[in-house]
């Protein structure tokens, strides 16, 4: 799968390799430095394995300080950076380049402050999505937004996607949930955006920053809100013959206003993956299952799920089965959760991430099947429904480059479709490499010219995560007319 | 994930294995979250995942081990907490265990370390040899500071690991049957075992007491031995398969003789390795199909206990017990909730250890072929246990219980131990000062019928 193509490497770089990684070794010690061929190799891709390319060394820095020497350096040097959290992202956001040096933020781990009395929590972006709420489940407090691959992600990397999950229908994105952020910019200065409080003076840079796919600067800690956890939470399955009928029903509850933790949609194919793997107890003989949750005081719960049920009704469900233990809560969402890893039991699978308005579901889907019936490839749909986010995820054969070619082709379509009927190329896993060449679909020139010339404030050479969000013909366009401005 | 491997390199069967392993996998990196290694180091190379990436680049090439990859093999655990994680299957047991043999054979170690593992080869499965190696280890413990000082750090982890003084031999050693004065209700071959029975022989005692208790007769069958998994693990696999064949053919003849309900080990490294038998043996056709017999027979004893209703205890304790689950248990067996139920009907209250999917760094000889690791694991481990206060530690693994042993305030016993004392047995080594916080529970009056009707 190489549909994009990655920038040309600079031949100068490669050749002052050795000696480039000598210099990092001298900033931040030899333990924080990768360079033998075997240890690169194993960072060449994230968990979008169809893009894959070796580092020039990889860096483990261990504080914000090390960043900052690092970056310095480069910049001094016209090195290309990408960094890394812990290489979960489906659009290859964490894909290097041959001549990039990738800094790793796997070392900086640790929570620095929990403030129950403000409801915040500080840490450092290597951080684990999960252990955010781990660190502060005791005092009855959680993090929010949970990417599925929560266990594995951090944050650093949920603050350059804007990463959304399942329950973020109800307590919104990670833009929502973060009230600032200790930055290092390209030529090492340590600047702090936002802090403990609601709102910053001045422009909201971080607004700008949270969704900038590394290419503003390093993210080396962050504050972020936490909530108290409800006292209760159930969630309830319901079942459906056909995908229309799903569609209908989440699109009368949250008209109802009612607004769900979660509403998650799967279809045959995914449901029949997700069972065979944790034994949920998911319908088998359904078109569409919807798995929508609430929360709140136990008498809330009860009611907001019976009002749920009443709404489903009249889309004829042929599965009603709520939660009745919170084991079996667990079981219900551990299928849904892992859904990714476990369509890796039957295949190799490309996975979309287009959003679309929810009156259009139907349709969509089914144009969705009638583009991988055309490419003949298979499809299972995971998605986020309350907030029209799909997850088409196309099943191919990794070892066929022809089958991987055609499962491109077909996600490109797909893509191109979310935009056509009203929604976007991304929900929450970020353009990357991915999505880069579509991204003149969603935008005109000069749409995409204003959003490099924000870039070009932040990191004006262009050193930090390049070659990703912008097809490379807008790129060259913009340095074009450039180039012409100065000769004028 | 993509791999590319020949056609004449999948001619290979151990070639085309790891394929079918690799292709399972779809890097979406989860399994770097729970792997103990990753949690400490944060580097890739030293996560699941990317253990796997050097694996399939060094398969792939088909050339000898580099050093790094070595290195980074070296460092795995082999708790398989990957494997609970993982959503995809990917079964990185099989895979490690292929790639460890790879490395033994296509690259060489420095003599230190040779004789290292050769040492732990040659003593540790054998009984005799280790009981006299244990009795021999103060002897070095003088000279720790100076073996490190010359690079021999492994052996001084390997004194400093030994107790200072060893209990007595077992009352039960075998071979031969511990027969049950019950009424007799299923007979099962045990697994003497190696390194245990010298460390704590009280383990297999408790557990025969226990069994034949509840009717149950127990056989340590004449010729088997240690299960292989050292060597095995080690990169050794002719050795394993040496000893595993031993087994196999002593409990043939045990099956001949009569049917046998379960190969019961209480020490769950071990048990993890008789379970894969049939996998460690399947090129070997004279033993491929008693070995997948022997394989599906082989159960954790808290696993078979489980299925027995043991009845009310006849000791009753508020002791507090943090049930620490093994790695071999809770990730290669997968065995979670069983011994913790077993402990709380025998009266006891169990607590959960934070973090419990960690390693403990005991790894079956990773503590003394790692100790920095290994170390800096069993301290993590400690710090969490201490975090719920017990009374004692409970385990099911030999290995973890010498490794916390000393490092957590509070004695640390084998499951069997203190479900054998609950039922009747006597009081586990190390436990006598908490013995008077258990008292008997008085036996039911036996009452007539008359006794109910009151004139």
Same mark, same amino acid.
């Given at each position: 799968m190489t549909l994009s193509r990655m920038p040309e490497p600079d031949q100068a770089v490669l050749d002052r390799s050795s000696a480039i990684i000598k210099d990092l070794e001298a900033l931040i010690g030899v333990d924080g430095v990768i360079s033998e061929e075997e240890g690169r190799r194993a960072f060449e891709a994230d968990a979008l394995t169809a893009y894959r390319q070796a580092p020039m060394v990889v860096v483990l820095p261990r504080s914000t300080e090390d960043v900052s020497k690092v970056l310095k350096y480069c910049h001094r040097n016209g090195l290309k950076v990408v960094p890394r959290g812990a290489g979960t992202s489906l659009c290859g956001g964490a894909l290097p380049m041959a001549d990039s040096i990738v800094i790793g933020m796997s070392r900086m781990n640790r929570v620095l402050d929990a403030d129950f009395v403000n409801r915040t929590i500080t840490v450092e972006s290597g951080i684990t999505n999960l252990a955010i709420t781990d660190a502060v489940s005791a005092e009855g407090f959680f993090y929010a937004p949970d990417p599925s691959s929560q266990l594995a992600c951090t944050v650093g990397g949920n603050l350059a996607m804007n990463s959304g999950g399942a329950h973020c229908l109800k307590y919104g994105v990670t833009t929502n949930n973060v009230l600032g952020v200790k930055m290092v910019l390209i030529d090492g200065e340590i600047v702090d955006v936002g802090g403990a409080y609601p709102d910053a003076e001045g422009y909201d840079f971080l607004a700008l920053i949270v969704g900038s796919e590394g290419q503003f600067g390093i993210v080396t800690e962050a504050t972020l809100r936490i909530l108290p956890r409800a006292e209760s939470a159930r969630p309830v399955m319901l079942g459906f013959s056909s995908c229309e009928a799903a569609g209908q029903c989440v699109a009368a509850i949250i008209g109802s206003g009612i607004i769900p933790v979660a509403i998650e949609y799967m279809d045959r194919p995914a449901i029949a993956v997700c069972e065979a793997y @944790?034994? @949920?107890?998911?319908?088998?003989?359904?078109e569409a299952l919807l798995i929508v949750e609430v929360e709140g005081y136990e008498e809330e719960t009860t009611r907001l799920l019976r009002d749920i049920v009443d709404i489903a009704r009249s889309f004829d469900p042929k599965v009603v089965e709520a939660s009745t233990s919170p084991e079996h809560s667990a079981r219900i969402w551990k299928g849904r959760k892992a859904a990714f890893g476990a369509m890796g039991r039957i295949s190799d699978y490309y996975c979309m991430d287009g959003t679309i308005p929810l009156g259009r579901l139907p349709e969509v889907l089914s144009r969705i099947a009638q583009i991988c019936a055309e490419h003949r490839l298979k499809v299972a749909n995971v998605f986020h429904a309350g907030d029209g986010n799909l997850h088409p995820l196309i099943l191919y054969n990794a070892n066929d480059a022809d089958e991987a070619r055609r499962a491109e082709l077909a996600g490109a379509e797909i893509l191109r479709l979310c935009v056509s009927v009203g929604g976007c190329l991304t929900g929450e896993h970020g353009v990357g490499i991915e999505k880069r060449d579509l991204m003149d679909v969603q935008y005109t020139p000069s749409d995409l010219a204003v959003q490099m010339r924000i870039k070009s404030v932040f990191d004006p050479n262009w050193q930090l995560n390049p070659g990703k969000v912008f097809p490379l013909s807008a790129l060259e366009a913009s340095r074009a007319s450039a180039a012409a401005d100065q000769a004028a | 994930m993509q791999t590319n491997f020949t056609p004449e390199q999948l001619q290979n069967p151990r070639v085309a294995e790891a394929d079918a392993i690799l292709r399972r996998c779809v890097h979406c990196g989860l399994c770097t979250a729970t792997c103990p290694t990753y949690v400490l180091l944060g580097d890739e190379r030293d996560s699941p995942r990317g253990r796997i990436y050097l694996i399939k680049d060094m398969l792939e090439d088909n050339a000898p081990a580099s050093p790094e990859v070595q290195h980074h093999l070296d460092r795995c655990l082999s708790c398989l907490s990957c494997m609970t994680t993982c959503p995809s299957g990917v079964d990185y047991m099989h895979l490690i265990d292929l790639a460890r043999g790879y490395v033994e054979q296509t690259a060489p170690r420095p003599f230190k370390e040779r004789f290292v593992r050769q040492l732990l080869a040659r003593v540790l499965p054998y009984p005799e040899r280790f009981r006299l190696a244990v009795r021999l280890a103060p002897l070095g413990r003088p000279w720790l500071n100076m073996l490190r000082r010359f690079g021999l750090k492994q052996l001084a982890a390997m004194i400093e690991l030994a107790p200072p003084v060893l209990p007595p031999s077992p009352k039960f050693e075998g071979p031969g049957t511990a027969a049950t004065e019950d009424e007799r209700r299923a007979r099962v071959i045990m697994l003497a075992g190696c390194a245990q029975q010298v460390l704590r022989p009280g383990i297999n005692d408790s557990t025969i007491r226990l069994l034949a208790r509840r009717g149950v007769d127990v056989t340590v069958s004449a010729g088997s031995g240690c299960c292989g998994a050292l060597t095995y693990h080690l990169g050794d696999e002719a050795s394993a398969v040496a000893f595993a064949k031993r087994n196999v053919d002593a409990w043939s003849k045990e099956l001949e003789k009569g049917p046998v309900d379960a190969i019961i080990s209480n020490a769950s490294g071990c048990g993890t390795m008789l379970k894969d038998y049939g996998h460690l043996l399947k090129r070997e056709p004279e033993y491929a199909a008693r070995a997948a017999r022997i394989a599906s027979l082989a159960r954790d004893v808290s696993e078979f206990l489980g299925e027995y209703e043991l009845g009310a205890p006849k000791r009753w304790s508020s002791l507090r017990i943090a049930y620490h689950p093994a790695c071999s248990l809770q990730h290669g067996q997968r065995i979670k909730e069983q011994p913790r139920e077993l402990l709380s009907k025998a009266g006891y209250s169990v607590v959960d250890i934070p973090e419990s999917h960690i390693c403990c760094g005991s790894a079956g000889t990773y503590n003394i072929m790692q100790p920095e690791i290994a170390g800096e694991l069993r301290d993590r481990k400690a710090k969490n246990i201490k975090r719920v206060k017990p009374d004692l530690v409970a385990a099911g693994n030999i290995g973890c219980i010498t490794q916390l042993t000393g490092q957590v305030d509070v004695p640390v016993v084998h499951t069997v131990e203190l479900l054998d004392w609950a039922y009747g047995g006597p009081v586990p080594r190390g436990l006598e000062g908490l013995a008077r916080f258990v008292s008997n529970v008085p036996e039911p009056k036996q009452r007539r019928a008359e006794d109910f009707i009151h004139a």
């Amino acid at each position: 799968m190489t549909l994009s193509r990655m920038p040309e490497p600079d031949q100068a770089v490669l050749d002052r390799s050795s000696a480039i990684i000598k210099d990092l070794e001298a900033l931040i010690g030899v333990d924080g430095v990768i360079s033998e061929e075997e240890g690169r190799r194993a960072f060449e891709a994230d968990a979008l394995t169809a893009y894959r390319q070796a580092p020039m060394v990889v860096v483990l820095p261990r504080s914000t300080e090390d960043v900052s020497k690092v970056l310095k350096y480069c910049h001094r040097n016209g090195l290309k950076v990408v960094p890394r959290g812990a290489g979960t992202s489906l659009c290859g956001g964490a894909l290097p380049m041959a001549d990039s040096i990738v800094i790793g933020m796997s070392r900086m781990n640790r929570v620095l402050d929990a403030d129950f009395v403000n409801r915040t929590i500080t840490v450092e972006s290597g951080i684990t999505n999960l252990a955010i709420t781990d660190a502060v489940s005791a005092e009855g407090f959680f993090y929010a937004p949970d990417p599925s691959s929560q266990l594995a992600c951090t944050v650093g990397g949920n603050l350059a996607m804007n990463s959304g999950g399942a329950h973020c229908l109800k307590y919104g994105v990670t833009t929502n949930n973060v009230l600032g952020v200790k930055m290092v910019l390209i030529d090492g200065e340590i600047v702090d955006v936002g802090g403990a409080y609601p709102d910053a003076e001045g422009y909201d840079f971080l607004a700008l920053i949270v969704g900038s796919e590394g290419q503003f600067g390093i993210v080396t800690e962050a504050t972020l809100r936490i909530l108290p956890r409800a006292e209760s939470a159930r969630p309830v399955m319901l079942g459906f013959s056909s995908c229309e009928a799903a569609g209908q029903c989440v699109a009368a509850i949250i008209g109802s206003g009612i607004i769900p933790v979660a509403i998650e949609y799967m279809d045959r194919p995914a449901i029949a993956v997700c069972e065979a793997y @944790a034994k @949920a107890g998911y319908p088998l003989d359904v078109e569409a299952l919807l798995i929508v949750e609430v929360e709140g005081y136990e008498e809330e719960t009860t009611r907001l799920l019976r009002d749920i049920v009443d709404i489903a009704r009249s889309f004829d469900p042929k599965v009603v089965e709520a939660s009745t233990s919170p084991e079996h809560s667990a079981r219900i969402w551990k299928g849904r959760k892992a859904a990714f890893g476990a369509m890796g039991r039957i295949s190799d699978y490309y996975c979309m991430d287009g959003t679309i308005p929810l009156g259009r579901l139907p349709e969509v889907l089914s144009r969705i099947a009638q583009i991988c019936a055309e490419h003949r490839l298979k499809v299972a749909n995971v998605f986020h429904a309350g907030d029209g986010n799909l997850h088409p995820l196309i099943l191919y054969n990794a070892n066929d480059a022809d089958e991987a070619r055609r499962a491109e082709l077909a996600g490109a379509e797909i893509l191109r479709l979310c935009v056509s009927v009203g929604g976007c190329l991304t929900g929450e896993h970020g353009v990357g490499i991915e999505k880069r060449d579509l991204m003149d679909v969603q935008y005109t020139p000069s749409d995409l010219a204003v959003q490099m010339r924000i870039k070009s404030v932040f990191d004006p050479n262009w050193q930090l995560n390049p070659g990703k969000v912008f097809p490379l013909s807008a790129l060259e366009a913009s340095r074009a007319s450039a180039a012409a401005d100065q000769a004028a | 994930m993509q791999t590319n491997f020949t056609p004449e390199q999948l001619q290979n069967p151990r070639v085309a294995e790891a394929d079918a392993i690799l292709r399972r996998c779809v890097h979406c990196g989860l399994c770097t979250a729970t792997c103990p290694t990753y949690v400490l180091l944060g580097d890739e190379r030293d996560s699941p995942r990317g253990r796997i990436y050097l694996i399939k680049d060094m398969l792939e090439d088909n050339a000898p081990a580099s050093p790094e990859v070595q290195h980074h093999l070296d460092r795995c655990l082999s708790c398989l907490s990957c494997m609970t994680t993982c959503p995809s299957g990917v079964d990185y047991m099989h895979l490690i265990d292929l790639a460890r043999g790879y490395v033994e054979q296509t690259a060489p170690r420095p003599f230190k370390e040779r004789f290292v593992r050769q040492l732990l080869a040659r003593v540790l499965p054998y009984p005799e040899r280790f009981r006299l190696a244990v009795r021999l280890a103060p002897l070095g413990r003088p000279w720790l500071n100076m073996l490190r000082r010359f690079g021999l750090k492994q052996l001084a982890a390997m004194i400093e690991l030994a107790p200072p003084v060893l209990p007595p031999s077992p009352k039960f050693e075998g071979p031969g049957t511990a027969a049950t004065e019950d009424e007799r209700r299923a007979r099962v071959i045990m697994l003497a075992g190696c390194a245990q029975q010298v460390l704590r022989p009280g383990i297999n005692d408790s557990t025969i007491r226990l069994l034949a208790r509840r009717g149950v007769d127990v056989t340590v069958s004449a010729g088997s031995g240690c299960c292989g998994a050292l060597t095995y693990h080690l990169g050794d696999e002719a050795s394993a398969v040496a000893f595993a064949k031993r087994n196999v053919d002593a409990w043939s003849k045990e099956l001949e003789k009569g049917p046998v309900d379960a190969i019961i080990s209480n020490a769950s490294g071990c048990g993890t390795m008789l379970k894969d038998y049939g996998h460690l043996l399947k090129r070997e056709p004279e033993y491929a199909a008693r070995a997948a017999r022997i394989a599906s027979l082989a159960r954790d004893v808290s696993e078979f206990l489980g299925e027995y209703e043991l009845g009310a205890p006849k000791r009753w304790s508020s002791l507090r017990i943090a049930y620490h689950p093994a790695c071999s248990l809770q990730h290669g067996q997968r065995i979670k909730e069983q011994p913790r139920e077993l402990l709380s009907k025998a009266g006891y209250s169990v607590v959960d250890i934070p973090e419990s999917h960690i390693c403990c760094g005991s790894a079956g000889t990773y503590n003394i072929m790692q100790p920095e690791i290994a170390g800096e694991l069993r301290d993590r481990k400690a710090k969490n246990i201490k975090r719920v206060k017990p009374d004692l530690v409970a385990a099911g693994n030999i290995g973890c219980i010498t490794q916390l042993t000393g490092q957590v305030d509070v004695p640390v016993v084998h499951t069997v131990e203190l479900l054998d004392w609950a039922y009747g047995g006597p009081v586990p080594r190390g436990l006598e000062g908490l013995a008077r916080f258990v008292s008997n529970v008085p036996e039911p009056k036996q009452r007539r019928a008359e006794d109910f009707i009151h004139a």
